[in-house]
């Protein structure tokens, strides 16, 4: 005469599925996680730029687009940091200029024309033309989302910052063949005397610095901050500083997987040896 089996208890099987189901969670996000990982890796050099200590104005997320990361501040309404690698390619070219986009990632809504009549440009940390010509259309309609703007002075963004970014990709890019690319805002030290300081929720920098570097062959690096209250005709090789200046100035360290000794080299020194900066430094811009 056969037994009869006991049923399962009802607790068992929700213990079961759940636990299936956490696998299953666990297994997935492992999987997203290291291929976030090996697409930033591709996007950065040295790794990703980290905090030298927390604090809340430190606070922030990283939004992967097409062809280049960018470190946003729901505090500062703000890109701290965008990240981006430039290659040599035959033809550069462009697409036809996209519309600005409102980014559904951030928390507060910054919409396309946040900036009407507040005597600031929408300045792209991540240029059009640069990321377009290396990385394709849909990188650059990626480089139209708010979270990729800065308040930036008509003279700075139309001229002076627009002739660094066309140096980046016509001079420097050719000449070393990849470059990478790390640029954001400055802002006052103090968070409480700029907290006001904004176009409706967007904090308004006092400067702008711009990080290239060569990750092949012998590493160099270059480093700019350029303040809001440019003519925009200066030389570029004015506002040289040192990568240590700018990490003083933010609070962020940049390239943290870099040898201690290296890095002591490479950010402590203001070297132009081999970028041929004299060449280039006195350039009219491509607009001007």
Do not use: C
């Amino acid at each position: 005469m056969s037994r009869r089996r006991s049923p399962v208890p009802r607790w068992r099987r929700q213990t079961r599925r759940f636990g299936i189901t956490l696998l299953f969670v666990l297994v997935t996000s492992g999987l997203w996680y290291g291929q976030e990982r090996q697409v930033r890796d591709q996007l950065v050099w040295m790794g990703v730029p980290e905090w030298q200590s927390l604090t809340p104005t430190s606070l922030h997320r990283v939004l992967r687009n097409e062809g280049f990361l960018v470190g946003w501040s729901d505090v500062r309404v703000n890109p701290l940091w965008v990240s981006y690698r430039l290659q040599a390619v035959e033809d550069p070219g462009a697409g036809p200029r996209p519309g600005f986009r409102q980014d559904w990632r951030t928390l507060w809504p910054i919409g396309t024309d946040h900036y009407a009549g507040s005597g600031f440009d929408r300045g792209h940390m991540a240029p059009n033309y640069a990321i377009a010509a290396v990385h394709g259309r849909e990188a650059q309609i990626d480089t139209f989302y708010m979270s990729n703007m800065s308040p930036q002075r008509p003279d700075l963004n139309r001229r002076l910052w627009q002739r660094l970014e066309e140096v980046v990709i016509d001079h420097f890019v050719p000449r070393f063949n990849e470059v990478q690319v790390i640029t954001g805002p400055i802002f006052p030290e103090r968070f409480r005397d700029n907290v006001f300081n904004r176009v409706g929720l967007v904090e308004i920098p006092e400067a702008f610095y711009k990080i290239i570097a060569v990750p092949e062959g012998e590493a160099r690096v270059l480093a700019f901050i350029m303040p809001q209250e440019v003519r925009g005709d200066e030389p570029l090789d004015d506002y040289l500083v040192s990568v240590d200046e700018i990490e003083a100035r933010t609070g962020l360290n940049f390239f943290p997987r870099l040898p201690e000794e290296v890095a002591e080299v490479l950010e402590g020194e203001v070297q132009t040896r081999g970028w041929a900066l004299e060449e280039v430094a006195r350039r009219p811009g491509r607009f001007q």
